[in-house]
């Protein structure tokens, strides 16, 4: 990827004039002088810091707190080594591809496509509805889920007549998913809501007139055009499930680690469990993860516009 | 070039502006000069838990200390910094404060924490922060060396403790009595207890036992569960330098887990992976829906107490019933006992970051002293007070607390103040959580095993 990516911009070097705002080298090097250090301190200095971090046996009491060892790699050895690591990565993959992926780009778009030909009122409602849980602050939102899940007094168990079901200890990784998409949707409903709008109509015209069903409109004209969007979208929603905190609120990781995605993993490692050091290990696993997310569908993209 | 430069210096100012925000966390640094600030922390908040504490010092401690400080001549201002959070929770917080080298300059601390805070250097003996005037304090006499020893590690004494408090079985009567069990009830052994289970059984929608399992309660599970059970057995979780492992012992503990929990359905093993299970479990016994419980006397002056609990019983005196946590069976608890129960204690430290530690302990003394106490029983909710004087009169015409100094202080036990048990602990509780979600005893018992000697070492671990 670096090389590519370096003989790509060697291109546009080439062709384009070397200092076109005439600013000189000096110049534009003080122009980025600020932003660079604000990427130092609060980007760079902090990664770095956590890779030290995660070579120590750094902890959040004990005598590890006041003196700790660099380990090497004792760390990720121990992290690698631990099922609970490996059945955190599977939750949170089962996690992202069912609330992120599939969940809230497929209901998303699907909502957009319904809508777009309803009168600007019903549209309007059912936007404000679908934003409104995306507006309600996370937390404010897991409350208003706990009372609609709850076992003894619980809303759903209400309507479905179903007593006594506790749904965040049964079906805690359902009860995640299903609460996410509530709350992320409303993203990608906006996004492909203008992304349809883009659509040229004389495409569309022209294809209903030459008998393209809708499943054929969808295929050969409406996805092509909007593809960019799709990625774009697939991919801010991938990283965001990835690093969402939020099912904590509901869950806290439980029934014994049955909802126990990454970010929480390394919560509960890392502060209550007091294990800083390895907390700061796997959160460069996820980092590392999180890029290669990133470079996937990055590359996805270029091989679309070649 | 003028436009150029104006733009970086703005760049700047505001990276330095960010870089101050980021440096002052603001938490409570004193301000110096004569008087000065000073701030308390504790695990209490108005119109939720330790109510009647958090009332107490906003409404006592802060007016009376500041016009004290007044009369002296010295401007000191008292702010309480309420928390309102379950005990990790509150522990991460000040760990997180002293780590940064912040943090208020009077801190509410469990006693089991200060192992492994004074480790991390977060907190110093006392006399090394307060000064002389600590080693000088009249209020120690008061203070039996037992007592102090709950704030101690390693021979130093930390902070003042609060008292001390003890772990008893809480029963329904109401409960009891629909089931024909005696409302004067006194069990034997565990055998007496699951008996009672069963009669509470034919009552509908009612749990007849909640003995604390898994790891969202957190210590309640250990403290209010396997340890009490476990010193039924005659063992205790570190012994000669060895922590417990896959023993006899503990294989019985987690029989009597599986016993309620997973073959005779005698407790709610759901309740027990819930988030918020231990209030839950609070708020069913108010209800009346739990005929068993095992907790400490926390939770008659704090809980279910009418005025001030989190969840109140109006009629607690008249239905709640409490009686000793027996052995096994007779004469099998640790010293050969009949009777057995765990005690811990908290206090309040002084921080060693403080901007003003003087005077932080005198206010700190001021909390202790014998007219603090008296107003603090004022509030209601006083636990067993650290202080011989105050306890003689404390104690009279209090039931509970009496019954818990004269009969449950003697035959109690204590967690080893080691900067490993909280970990150790933790293990408990996973293995609590295995057995109680279904996973065998013999399972459970091996991954308890490994962990704690992934902990402390294969070394000191005694697998009997």
Redesign the interface.
Known sequence: MATAHARSSGRRSRRRPDDVAGLGRT?AG??L???L??IG?FLIFPALWTIYLGMTDY?????A??DPQFIGLENYRQVLADAEFWRSLRLTLIFVLGSGVLGQTLLGFCVAWSLRRLPRLAKGLIETLVLAAWVVPTSVGSFLWLALLD?HEGTLNWLLDTPGT?W??EYPMASIIIFNIWVGTAFSMLLFSSALGAVPPSQLESSRMAGASTWQQLRDVVIPNIRGHILTNTLLITLWTFNTFTPYL???G???GASEILPVYIYRTA????QLGVGAAISLLMLLINLVIALVYMRIGREKKT | MSRKKALGAVASAAIASLTLAACSGGDGDGGGGDGGTLTIVANAIAGGKNEAEATWINEWVIPQFEQAMADEGQDVTVTFEAQGVDDEDYKTKIALDLQSGGGADIIGIDGIWVGEFAEAGYIAPLADVGGDAVTDWDGWEQIPDAVQNGLSFEDQLYGVPQGADGRVLYYNKELFAQAGLPEDWHPASWQDILDAGHALQSIDGVIPIQLNAGTAMGEATTMQGLLPMLVGTGAEVYTDGQWIGATDQLRQVLDLYRTIYVDEQLGDPILQQEADGRDSSFAQFADGQIGILLEGDYFWRSVIDPNDGTAPMDDRDEVVGYTLIPAETPGSGINGQDFVSMSGGTGRVLNPNSDNPELAWELLAFMNSEEAFDARAEYGGLNISPRTDVNEELLEGNEMLTFVSDEVLPITAYRPGLAAYPEVSVALQEATAAVVSGTSVDDALASYSQAVAGIVGEENVNNG
């Open positions: 110049g003080t122009f002088v600020p932003a250090a604000l301190l902890r959040l009491t004990g005598l707190a006041a076992r506790a965040l200890i509901l869950t806290a439980g029934p014994n502060i209550p469990g007091g």
